[in-house]
């Protein structure tokens, strides 16, 4: 008797347990297929939603297609479109059409316009046309000029080609500068090849130095070399060192020694040590390559 109990009840519990089990694969069946609807994926079966879930997969859907039609997109759907919003996209697109004409742009379709915005497009695009000549850029239609934009775009081409000269910028015509601005153009590169001679950059004509300026320029070399051997890279000609920088450099190059030696890291010389420093190194100093 009690085994059939037993046997009743394991009965039921697997019922339950199975039935349980069945009840929760529905339900995650059905909440993926009701995220897959909102999403507006291919398989959504609509068919398995509530009547509340059906009603907000189809605003959901109406929003995205609305959505799709105000960026253009190929999925847009204009008939599922109510009044008002048919009529805010004709907006939204005028409005884009207008900016796209002021801006000059090639998406422009200036049938669209009205007179009104015709004029105003007119006067924005004979102003990307004089500002494009004056900064010297293509297309530039300079028929559409008067004589006094012609004017205002040839002063600004004069300036830009002193420009470029002052500050050795290709394209520069020296033939179109007046005697003045010549010698400001003169003036400015020989500040620019005095500064690149003193910090060692090209291009850099030491014929074109005054006295004063090759002076400046050789103790700037000078200080330049004496800081390469002190940092023991590669520039450094110790040929060109004074006494005095000859020991500032040695005294260096053993405290640099001294360091390697003591913390293992770098190249370490022994023989270079003095008794003293011998002692403050470790019973077995790292070894390294000589």
């Known amino acids: 008797m009690k085994l059939i109990k037993r046997t009743i009840l394991c009965f039921l519990v697997a019922y339950f347990g199975s039935w349980q089990g069945m009840l929760f694969a529905q339900a995650s069946d059905h909440g993926n297929n009701l995220a897959a609807c909102k999403s507006g994926l291919e398989f959504c079966n609509r068919s398995n939603l509530t009547d509340a879930e059906s009603h907000e997969v189809a605003v959901m859907m109406h929003q995205r297609n609305f959505a799709d039609c105000r960026a253009g997109g190929g999925s847009c759907d204009r008939s599922q479109l109510t009044a008002i919003e048919t009529n805010a996209l004709e907006v939204a697109a005028h409005e884009s059409n207008v900016s796209n004409c002021m801006n000059g742009f090639e998406s422009c379709d200036h049938s669209r316009l009205t007179p009104r915005e015709s004029r105003a497009v007119a006067i924005a695009e004979h102003q990307q046309i004089v500002s494009r000549c004056k900064d010297g850029l293509e297309p530039c239609d300079a028929s559409a000029l008067n004589m006094q934009e012609m004017n205002d775009v040839t002063l600004a081409g004069h300036q830009r080609n002193v420009s470029n000269c002052t500050d050795g910028i290709a394209p520069c015509d020296d033939s179109k500068l007046t005697p003045v601005e010549a010698r400001e153009v003169d003036s400015a590169d020989r500040e620019r090849n005095f500064s690149h001679c003193s910090e060692g950059w090209e291009p850099c004509d030491r014929s074109r130095l005054s006295p004063e300026e090759a002076r400046s320029v050789a103790l ?36 640099r020694n001294l360091k390697a030696c003591q913390t293992g890291y770098g190249y370490c010389d022994l023989s270079r040590l003095t008794k003293e420093e011998t002692r403050t190194i470790a019973a077995e100093p790292p070894t390294t390559t000589r």
């Open 220 to 255: 700037a070399d000078h200080q330049r070399n004496s800081s390469a051997c002190i940092d023991g890279t590669e520039s450094c000609d110790y040929s060109l060192l004074t006494a005095s920088e000859v020991t500032v450099v040695r005294v260096n190059e053993q405290r």
